[in-house]
């Protein structure tokens, strides 16, 4: 751990007396009305502790999208409230949205996202860029070097590998320090060798960088470097394992869909 | 942001250029209408000032009424006299030249015993003092001034195009029957290159008064002693002549003399930018089709950057950004394709026979902001909607396949039926209002033209679905599952099926409308003939309204075959303060008009009102 990351990661515990960086209170989320009513999400409440990695598992159609979507402030739930750094998100108009997503919150796609007509270093600071902000050139540096695309940083998305492009993904969730990074089946993309780069990656910004991140993922393997790992079926959270082996998250995967 | 808005509509350059093709023709249209106006306009500007370019205060014939064939009044030779003798004069000459009347036109007589003439253009026959060279327009080529009878000077331009040399014959009509006259010399009107379709045929100032059936002088060329202001000498030169003359700054005669050409360069100059803007509003429909194509291609990754912060504000403007820059690259082009295009469109104007005076190309400051503020306004206009819809991508659609930008309620159908009324309304005042000619009635129907459009465009997906289950009969029958696919596709999405006819329907509005103008023209021309005319034949001149000699009408009569003919002549006049036709009839031979077995001319000097 390098002294940047050290400081930060020390800054993170200090914070700890804060409020968790994202909290979820009895949300729920129906789709549709009358008889063709859908219920995604019945009432889910839970807390994301800071500097931990939290997985979210289910089935399809648990509802498990859906929940990282509202807490990500994408979607909006049909009851409840969800937190991020202390501010109710829930009832934020469009421009307050768009600044919480600046301060608070970075995405990594199962898709990348990456703009196609950008280099990697230019998508990788693109959130910086959007919001008018210049990087620290130390910073930067650090960053690409710890996805390990040095010498990558002027190809477009086009000359990358799958692995490279999501490297280059998650490098650009982590530039602007957000308070929480979301992560939609980042692996959900890629070969088994290749995701498990991507899973160390995430992992490392996690220990590193103190970065709290929420990961939906279907995948077994994903769930086991999570700090907890959250199991959904029917729109409500059905089983919670702290850093669990593979083999307990494949028996609670059964468990639960058995239900 | 500004960058990504950049490099994206980099990546997509091709389309891009496709797409502002039709605003670089109508920006090319647009600047090519002011480089040519301005050529010209600044050709005959020339002309009008080196007609004065030595000279300090004219004197003139007033102008009794508008329009008139025979012109203005003359100056006598006595005026002449008075004022070479007046205090400040140091010099002064008399010439007959009438650059806006008909009143100095002499027919130049080509090798094949046709006048030379093109479309209207005047064919000029001057007087000239060549004693005085100071006070004289023209430059000479070759040869020498006229100096006897039967000589002439004619323009450089028509003797190497009609192929006469000097010491060749050539034939004159003016006001009376043809005569031979020996070319001694040629020349240019000023340092113009080319007087356009005007001939010009330059007599001893004696010989131009015969031919022409005038008396004295059209003008007198004053020159002031040293010293002595122009406006000073008109204030002297006005108490020297009578009441029939007028006295002007060789400033404000130019200026005068200009009147007549600039509503002619004003009326080619409204034609052309006529045409740039149904070009433009063309090339709106595209602009604002391929960009919303592009915007819904690019819903993901709107929606991408909208999740990694971008506001509302960014995305709307990195879309019109890039209409902008589109907007700047077409009208740059078009701008400098329009430069070309002036010079293709005098070659075809010459080729139509309007041959237009040639001079240096002009690029006016107007030219460039015009072009470039237009081109760009109208493409990034056309984006703006487009660019609204992009601001309107949720963030959500970067995670979830195939989701669908919420639409606002479009203009619908009703909408336009709405507007389409409006337009039918404008249409019927314009054309059943009684005011038909006039501005507000030609205001209405441009309005009510444009309106259509909008309207037909805003209920044509209703059209759409009905037109595309008739047109996909055959389509299935012939076309097989292909053909039905192709029916589903067309109605799938009738709102872009419609929109993307309807730069196709604006192409074929121009074209009808084109026809039509064409057509309505003529057809109004031949009924007011066919139903004022019984006559078998009618002798007009040229043209079809100049003038021409009445000693023609007399030479029909005698012709064998004709049972009768009969002259009419018509002018201008002017009763108390009111301008008037005066047309002289022969009662005798006009009451038998009517029997078919005979014949009916019309002749003498006749003119028609130009209004």
Redesign the interface.
């Known amino acids: 751990m390098n002294a940047a990351a050290a400081a930060l990661s020390d800054e993170r515990v200090l914070l700890d007396h804060s409020p968790p960086a994202v909290g979820a209170h009895a949300i729920a989320r129906r789709y549709g009305e009358g008889d063709t009513a859908v219920d995604a999400l019945r009432g889910v409440s839970l807390e994301v502790p800071r500097g931990q990695l939290t997985a979210v598992m289910g089935p399809s159609g648990s509802g498990k ?1 859906t929940l990282m ?1 509202i807490l990500a ?3 909006q739930p049909t009851r409840g409230s969800v937190e991020i750094a202390g501010i109710e998100i829930t009832k934020l108009k ?2 307050e ?2 600044k919480l ?2 301060e608070h ?1 970075g ?1 990594v ?2 898709f990348f ?1 990456l ?4 280099t990697a270093e ?1 998508n990788l600071v ?2 910086l ?3 008018g902000r210049k990087p620290e050139p130390a910073w930067l540096e650090q960053l690409l070097e710890s996805v390990g695309l040095d010498d990558r940083r002027k190809h477009r998305p086009s000359e990358l590998s799958g692995g490279q492009q999501q490297r280059v993904a998650i490098a ?1 969730a982590l530039v ?1 320090r957000p308070t929480v990074l979301f992560a ?1 089946e980042p692996t959900g993309n890629l070969d088994s060798a290749t995701s498990a780069e991507i899973l160390e990656l995430v992992r490392r910004s996690v220990d590193e960088l103190g970065q709290t991140t929420v990961m939906v993922t279907h995948d077994a393997v994903a769930a086991t470097i999570a700090d907890r790992v959250l199991f959904l079926a029917d729109g409500q959270i059905a089983k919670s394992l702290a850093r669990p082996s593979q083999a307990e998250v494949i028996d609670a995967i059964q468990e639960v869909a058995g239900q | ?1 500004t ?2 808005a950049l ?2 509509l ?2 997509r350059r091709v389309r891009a250029i496709l797409t502002a093709l039709a605003i670089v023709l109508g920006v090319a249209m647009v600047s090519g209408s002011f480089v040519l106006t301005d050529t010209i306009s600044k050709a005959f500007d020339s002309i009008f000032t080196s007609s004065y370019s030595h000279t300090d205060a004219v004197v003139s014939g007033r102008k009794l009424v508008d329009y008139s064939t025979g012109g203005n009044t003359t100056v006598s030779q006595t005026v002449l006299e008075r004022i070479k003798r007046t205090r400040d004069v140091a010099a002064a000459s008399g010439a007959l030249i009438d650059l806006n009347g008909d009143s100095t036109h002499a027919n130049l007589i080509g090798r094949d015993g046709k006048a030379i003439q093109s479309n209207g253009n005047p064919t000029f026959g001057f007087g000239i003092d060549t004693s005085q060279p100071r006070f004289n327009p023209l430059k000479l080529k070759e040869g020498h001034w006229a100096t006897g009878a039967h000589q002439v000077v004619i323009d450089a331009e028509t003797a190497k195009k009609q192929h006469f040399a000097v010491g060749d014959t050539i034939g004159v009509a003016a006001s009376g029957p043809k005569e031979s006259f020996r070319i001694v010399g040629t020349a240019t009107y000023g340092d113009v290159k080319s007087l356009g379709g005007a001939t010009l045929a330059v007599f001893t100032i004696p010989t131009a008064q015969r031919l022409l059936d005038l008396h004295g002088y059209s003008v007198i060329s004053v020159a002031a002693k040293p010293g002595v202001s122009a406006d000073r000498l008109v204030s002297e030169l006005k108490q020297e002549v009578p009441a029939s003359a007028q006295v002007r700054t060789a400033k404000e005669q130019a200026n005068e003399d200009k009147q007549g050409v600039a509503s002619f360069i004003s009326f080619i100059r409204g034609f052309l930018l006529g045409f740039g803007g149904i070009a433009l509003f063309v090339g709106a429909f595209v602009i604002f089709n391929t960009l919303s194509i592009t915007v819904a291609h690019r819903t ?2 709107l929606a ?9 504000r ?1 995305v709307l403007r990195s879309v019109v950004l890039e209409s902008f820059a589109i907007g700047l690259a077409a009208s740059v082009i078009g701008l400098v394709a329009g430069f070309g295009l002036a010079r293709g469109l005098s070659s075809l104007f010459g080729a139509l026979g309007l041959t237009l005076p040639q001079t240096s190309s002009v690029y006016a400051t107007h030219t460039f902001v015009i072009s470039l503020v237009l081109g760009v306004l109208v493409t990034v206009l056309a984006g703006f909607v487009p660019a609204l819809r992009a601001t309107r991508v ?3 659609a ?2 979830r396949e195939g989701a669908v930008i919420q639409r606002k309620k479009r203009l619908g159908p009703a909408a336009g039926v709405v507007l389409f009324g409006i337009a039918s309304a404008l249409i019927a005042y314009a054309t059943l209002g009684g005011h038909f000619g006039s501005g507000k009635s030609l205001l209405a129907l441009a309005g009510g033209a444009l309106l259509g459009l909008l309207g037909v465009a805003g209920f044509a997906p209703v059209l759409v679905t009905a037109l595309a289950s008739v047109v996909g009969i055959p389509a299935k029958r012939l076309g097989g599952a292909a053909g039905g696919l192709a029916t589903d596709n067309a109605t799938r999405n009738p709102a872009r099926t419609a929109s993307t006819a309807a730069a196709l329907m604006i192409g074929l509005a121009l074209v009808t409308f084109v026809a039509v103008l064409g057509k309505g023209v003529h057809g109004s021309v031949d009924r007011a003939v066919n139903k004022q005319v019984t006559a078998d034949w009618v002798v007009t001149s040229q043209n079809g309204w100049s003038a021409f000699p009445a000693g023609a009408g007399r030479a029909v009569a005698k012709a064998p075959g004709v049972a009768l003919a009969s002259d009419i002549r018509s002018d201008r006049g002017r009763i108390g303060s009111a301008n008037v036709n005066v047309n002289g009839i022969d009662p005798a031979s006009i009451a038998s008009s009517g029997d078919r077995d005979r014949t009916q001319r019309w002749s003498g000097s006749t003119a028609t009102e130009r209004s």
């Open positions: 999208s979507h402030g994408l979607d469009d421009n949205l768009t997503r600046r919150i995405f796609f199962q996202n703009l196609p007509m950008l230019e693109l959130p860029t959007i919001a650009r602007s939609d | 942001m960058g990504v490099k994206g980099l990546a993901r990754e991408t950057l909208r999740t990694l912060g971008a506001s509302r960014q949720p963030p959500i970067a995670v």
